[in-house]
């Protein structure tokens, strides 16, 4: 078929010198660098961003009810407040439950450097106070706490407008506390 006859689309690659489809197919690629590369950016920046949300989600007040044990194998039913305070990279928390006999009491104040979370803890009612370090990400906080004769560990994970809250302790009399919460 003569170049004439040839659709138009066909014309210019037909009367173009050898190697210029070739150009032409290396030129149309181009873009898609740039593009991959914000990708991978988003990609590896994503996390950061997920952990930002998570402490920025917390803020406000919760309610919500669970469980005591102490460390002679004893439980009890509580139900418990928590409020969280700050934003960007500060979090402040307040978390109080009651029960028949129990209360707790715990504070905290943290710090976010990148996914690492770093502060004190205390709980009021047993009178026990130490440093927290930890992570942060999408959906969880990790943090262990020590000082003063005791250690532990606490774990806040959300889920929308939920999270669980779970303690566990050595040391002091209060074993662990685990309670589910929905923002108020």
């Not at 138009?8 to 010198?17: D, E, G, L, T």
Request: net charge positive; hydrophobic share 40%.
């Amino acid at each position: 078929m003569p170049a004439a006859e040839l659709p138009s689309s066909f014309q210019a690659s037909a009367a173009a010198p050898p190697g210029a489809a070739a150009r032409r197919r290396h030129r149309a690629r181009l873009p898609v660098r740039p593009i991959a590369g914000v990708l991978a950016a988003l990609i590896v920046l994503s996390p950061v961003a997920w952990a930002d949300s998570l402490l920025d989600n917390l803020l406000g007040s919760w309610g919500g009810s669970g469980q005591i044990r102490y460390d002679d194998g004893k439980a009890e039913d509580i139900k418990c407040t928590a409020y969280y305070t700050g934003g960007g990279d500060k979090l402040r928390l307040a978390i109080r439950c009651r029960g028949g006999s129990a209360e707790v009491e715990i504070r905290g104040e943290l710090a976010a450097q990148g996914d690492k979370l770093a502060g004190t803890w205390e709980e009021r009612t047993f009178k026990a106070a130490g440093e927290a370090t930890g992570r942060y990400a999408a959906d969880k906080m990790i943090l262990s706490v020590t000082g003063g004769g005791f250690s532990g560990a606490m774990t806040v994970t959300t889920a929308g407008a939920k999270q669980v809250v779970t303690i566990s302790a050595e040391g002091i009399k209060m074993r662990s506390v685990n309670v589910t919460l929905a923002k108020s």
